[in-house]
C-alpha cells in the first residue's frame, strides 16, 4: 500500500484495473440474469451460393437485448461468458435452440442444407461436448448432417491429441466443421491437410480488401488453398455487388454477408425465404 502511493502511476494503474474488474463484473451479473430471464437470442444469416443464387445455409448469432432495450454485440459479451464459464450453458442453449429451428425449417420447403453454429473454445474442450451435440441433435430431431460447427482457426490448430481426438468424434457422428474467421490465424498448411475439416470460412477482412485497389488478394489465395486441400470454401463480410462478383470469378462457392441478407429473426427470415419464391 505505501509503497504504491509512493509511485503515482502504480496507484493510478491498480486504480484502473479495480474499475475495469469491477465493470466486468456488473456486466457478468447482468448477464447472467440476462441468460435467466431469455433475453438473449438467437438471429440467422443466409448463405447462398454464388454462382446459382441457391439458398444453402444458415449461421445462427447470439443476440442480448439489454434492459434499457440497446443490443450488445456478441463480441462484448462472448468473451466474457467465456471467462466466467456461462458460455457452457450459454452454448448448449445455442447449439439446441438452432437446431429445433432448423429440425422445423427442415419439415417446410425451401430449407437450406445446414445450419452453422459457432462454438468457442472453452465448449469445445469440455468433456462432454459431443454428447451435447449429440443431445441437441436427437432432441431436435435434426440429422447430423445438417449441423455444421464453425470452430475458429485459433482452436484447430492447437493439434494436441484432444483436439484432434474431438474432432474424429465429431465427424463420426456425421456433423460437419468448417474453420472460422480462415486467415486470421496461424494455421501451419501442413497441419491444415490434415484436418478433417469440410469447409474453410474467408474472413470478412479479407473480403473488405477486395475493394483496395493494390496487394495481393488474400481471398483468392484461401480460395485456391481450398480447392487444393479439397476443403469448400464460403466468404463471409459480402457487401456488395463488387464482392460476389470478384469472388465469384475467383472460384469461391458460396457466400453470407449483408449485401446477401441481414443476420434476421426467425420471422423475418421466413419472409426472406418466401421473397426468393
Ligand atoms: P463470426 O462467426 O465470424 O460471425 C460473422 C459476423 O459477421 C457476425 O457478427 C455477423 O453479423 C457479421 N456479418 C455478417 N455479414 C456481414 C457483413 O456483410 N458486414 C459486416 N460488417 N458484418 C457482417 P456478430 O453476430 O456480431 O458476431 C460476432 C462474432 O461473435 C461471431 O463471428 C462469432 O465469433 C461470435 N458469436 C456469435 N454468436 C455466437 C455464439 O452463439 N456462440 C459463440 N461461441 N460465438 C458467437
Ligand atoms: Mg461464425
Ligand atoms: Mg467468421
Ligand atoms: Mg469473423
Same mark, same amino acid.
Given at each position: 500500500?505505501?509503497?504504491?502511493?509512493?509511485?503515482?502511476?502504480?496507484?493510478?494503474?491498480?486504480?484502473?484495473?479495480?474499475?475495469?474488474?469491477?465493470?466486468?463484473?456488473?456486466?457478468?451479473?447482468?448477464?447472467?440474469?440476462?441468460?435467466?430471464? *431469455?433475453?438473449?437470442?438467437?438471429?440467422?444469416?443466409?448463405?447462398?451460393?454464388? &454462382? +446459382?443464387?441457391?439458398?444453402?445455409?444458415?449461421?445462427?448469432?447470439?443476440?442480448?437485448?439489454?434492459? &434499457?432495450?440497446?443490443?450488445?454485440?456478441?463480441?462484448?459479451?462472448?468473451?466474457?461468458?467465456?471467462?466466467?464459464?456461462?458460455?457452457?450453458?450459454?452454448?448448449?442453449?445455442?447449439?439446441? +435452440?438452432?437446431?429445433?429451428?432448423?429440425?422445423?425449417?427442415?419439415?417446410?420447403?425451401?430449407?437450406?442444407?445446414?445450419?452453422?453454429? &459457432?462454438?468457442?473454445?472453452?465448449?469445445?474442450?469440455?468433456?462432454?461436448?459431443?454428447? +451435447?451435440?449429440?443431445?441437441?441433435?436427437?432432441?431436435?430431431?435434426?440429422?447430423?448432417?445438417?449441423?455444421?460447427?464453425?470452430?475458429?482457426?485459433?482452436?484447430?490448430?492447437?493439434?494436441?491429441?484432444?483436439?484432434?481426438?474431438?474432432?474424429?468424434?465429431?465427424?463420426?457422428?456425421?456433423?460437419?466443421?468448417?474453420?472460422?474467421?480462415?486467415?486470421?490465424?496461424?494455421?501451419?498448411?501442413?497441419?491444415?491437410?490434415?484436418?478433417?475439416?469440410?469447409?474453410?470460412?474467408?474472413?470478412?477482412?479479407?473480403?473488405?480488401?477486395?475493394?483496395?485497389?493494390?496487394?495481393?488478394?488474400?481471398?483468392?489465395?484461401?480460395?485456391?488453398?481450398?480447392?487444393?486441400? &479439397?476443403?469448400?470454401?464460403?466468404?463471409?463480410?459480402?457487401?456488395?455487388?463488387?464482392?460476389?462478383?470478384?469472388?465469384?470469378?475467383?472460384?469461391?462457392? *458460396?457466400?453470407?454477408?449483408?449485401?446477401?441478407?441481414?443476420?434476421?429473426?426467425?420471422?423475418?427470415?421466413?419472409?426472406?425465404?418466401?421473397?426468393?419464391?
Amino acid at each position: 500500500r505505501s509503497k504504491s502511493t509512493q509511485r503515482g502511476s502504480y496507484t493510478v494503474f491498480t486504480r484502473q484495473m479495480g474499475t475495469e474488474i469491477r465493470e466486468r463484473a456488473t456486466l457478468m451479473q447482468h448477464l447472467h440474469k440476462a441468460f435467466d430471464a *431469455e433475453r438473449l437470442f438467437l438471429m440467422y444469416q443466409p448463405q447462398i451460393d454464388l &454462382n +446459382t443464387g441457391q439458398f444453402t445455409g444458415l449461421e445462427a448469432l447470439i443476440r442480448w437485448r439489454s434492459d &434499457n432495450g440497446t443490443m450488445i454485440p456478441p463480441v462484448e459479451f462472448i468473451p466474457l461468458a467465456e471467462y466466467s464459464g456461462l458460455i457452457v450453458s450459454l452454448g448448449a442453449w445455442v447449439m439446441r +435452440t438452432a437446431c429445433f429451428f432448423m429440425a422445423q425449417l427442415k419439415k417446410q420447403q425451401r430449407a437450406p442444407k445446414r445450419m452453422g453454429v &459457432n462454438v468457442s473454445a472453452v465448449q469445445f474442450r469440455q468433456d462432454d461436448f459431443v454428447a +451435447t451435440v449429440r443431445k441437441a441433435l436427437r432432441d431436435s430431431g435434426l440429422e447430423p448432417a445438417c449441423l455444421e460447427l464453425e470452430i475458429t482457426e485459433s482452436v484447430t490448430m492447437t493439434g494436441s491429441a484432444l483436439f484432434e481426438q474431438r474432432l474424429a468424434e465429431l465427424k463420426q457422428l456425421g456433423v460437419s466443421i468448417a474453420i472460422d474467421d480462415f486467415g486470421t490465424g496461424f494455421s501451419s498448411l501442413s497441419y491444415l491437410d490434415k484436418l478433417p475439416a469440410d469447409r474453410l470460412k474467408i474472413d470478412r477482412a479479407f473480403v473488405t480488401q477486395i475493394d483496395s485497389a493494390a496487394g495481393p488478394r488474400i481471398a483468392e489465395l484461401i480460395i485456391q488453398l481450398g480447392k487444393k486441400l &479439397n476443403l469448400a470454401v464460403i466468404a463471409e463480410g459480402i457487401e456488395s455487388q463488387k464482392h460476389w462478383d470478384y469472388l465469384r470469378a475467383a472460384g469461391c462457392q *458460396e457466400g453470407q454477408g449483408y449485401f446477401i441478407g441481414m443476420p434476421m429473426l426467425e420471422t423475418d427470415l421466413m419472409q426472406w425465404i418466401a421473397s426468393r419464391g
